[in-house]
């Protein structure tokens, strides 16, 4: 069998690059096409020299894309752009996997409320699946259109979708979040200025932050009661990788010795889910689609507490797209995604 056409639209970011690099090994696909608006006509491997001698096909625009016969596009542009390309290329055969947030939301009004902005193809929502397999296996397999997830909502949903479906906790739930600065993706902004991320540590989004309503959104639609959460994340400084702190409180009556085997049977046919005996690391998941969870509940002050840990770029972005092609096209959803952690 031919491999499959692949394109990577704006390929210049750190999403696209990570695509290239899982893509480059996987046995059932060839990049077609990459695309870039801001640097076509240089070599992938001019903008990124790491790909130097892996990588040297020419970035070309989304223009030039339209009769090439792709089998699958991979979207790694900014929110609010995203959409366009899909209104764009609806009609088109191929199904699209979106990395941004652009259609992971329930309703298009939903979107507009959390990102301050107007939808432009609002009827893209109806077809869209969300795109954590682990929750909606079924759905991303008959859907063309995929809404990837986003990195801190990964971490939050794999940590709390076993206490969630089972309806073991009350509704207040905290999401204390730490990522690496990949996350805010490659353009230069003094968030992210070397100064300002080294040697240093602080909350941002307090209260707002988008991920709030995609954690939110999520985990009402697998569990009966709905959950309100509190969601803070903080930036590290570190190149890349998230850590989730989830506190929740149990129900009354609900067995709290019972959180090993609840997570064990909720993730036993799961090959990227790896539960932990202690606090996993950044670096235990880093190249990695893994996510590490570990859950145990303090008598003290009964809480549960669940601590996930995953690499942004990977589970929490590319990887969690490949997982999600590889699903599409039905072939082994490990396919191409067999990396060891890097650790150191
Ligand atoms: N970084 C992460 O950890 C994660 C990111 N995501 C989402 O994935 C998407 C891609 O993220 P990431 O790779 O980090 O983003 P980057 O900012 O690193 O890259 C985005 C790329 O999109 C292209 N682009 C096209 N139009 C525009 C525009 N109007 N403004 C800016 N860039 C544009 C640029 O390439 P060019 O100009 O060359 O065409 C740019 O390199 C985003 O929606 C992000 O939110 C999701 C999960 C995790
Ligand atoms: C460290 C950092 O800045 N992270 C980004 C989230 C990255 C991501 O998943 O964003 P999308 O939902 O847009 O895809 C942020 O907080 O905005």
């Known amino acids: 069998m031919s491999k499959k056409k692949i394109g990577i639209i704006g390929a210049t970011g750190y999403t696209g690059s990570e695509l290239a690099r899982i893509l480059l090994h996987h046995p059932e696909v060839e990049i077609a096409a990459i695309t870039s608006e801001s640097r076509k006509g240089e070599r992938f491997s001019e903008v990124h020299p790491f790909f130097r001698g892996l990588i040297d096909q020419e970035l070309i625009s989304i223009n030039e894309i339209e009769n090439m016969d792709l089998d699958l596009v991979f979207l790694a542009l ?41 939808h432009v193809y609002k009827e893209g929502f ?52 730490k990522s690496g600065t990949t996350g805010a993706g490659v353009k230069a902004k003094a968030a992210t200025h070397f100064p300002n991320v080294n040697d240093n540590f602080r909350a941002y989004g307090v209260k707002s932050h988008r991920h709030t309503i995609e954690i939110e959104d999520t985990l009402n639609k697998i569990g009966d009661a709905p959950l309100t ?62 996510c590490d969870i570990y859950s145990t509940y303090d008598e003290r002050t009964n809480n549960f507490i669940t601590i996930s840990a995953i690499d942004n770029l990977v589970k929490g972005a590319a990887g969690q797209a490949v997982q999600n092609m590889n699903l599409i096209f039905g072939w082994d959803e490990i396919l191409g995604l067999q990396q060891v952690p890097m650790n150191p």
């Not at 019972?258 to 997570?263: E, K, L, P, T, V």
């Open 229 to 290: 959460v509190q969601f803070t994340p903080h930036l590290l400084p570190v190149d890349r990788g998230i850590v989730s702190t989830i506190y929740s409180r149990p129900r009354p009556g609900v067995d709290v010795s019972q959180i090993g085997d609840i997570y064990e049977a909720y993730y036993k046919d799961e090959p990227f889910v790896r539960l932990t005996d202690q606090p996993p690391a950044i670096k235990d998941v880093r190249g990695t689609n893994y």
């Open 126 to 177: 109806e077809n869209a699946a969300y795109g954590i397999p682990e929750l909606f296996r079924k759905d991303i397999r008959r859907k063309k259109l995929i809404a990837n997830p986003g990195c801190y909502p990964t971490s939050a949903i794999l940590g709390l979708a076993p206490l969630a479906k089972e309806g073991l906790i009350e509704p207040n739930v905290v999401v204390d979040s």
């Open 78 to 118: 900014p929110h609010g752009v995203s959409m366009d390309f899909v209104k764009e290329h609806a009609a088109d055969p191929y199904p699209i996997i979106d990395l941004s947030g652009d259609f992971r939301l329930d309703t298009p009004e939903i979107y507009e409320a959390w990102y301050n902005k107007e």
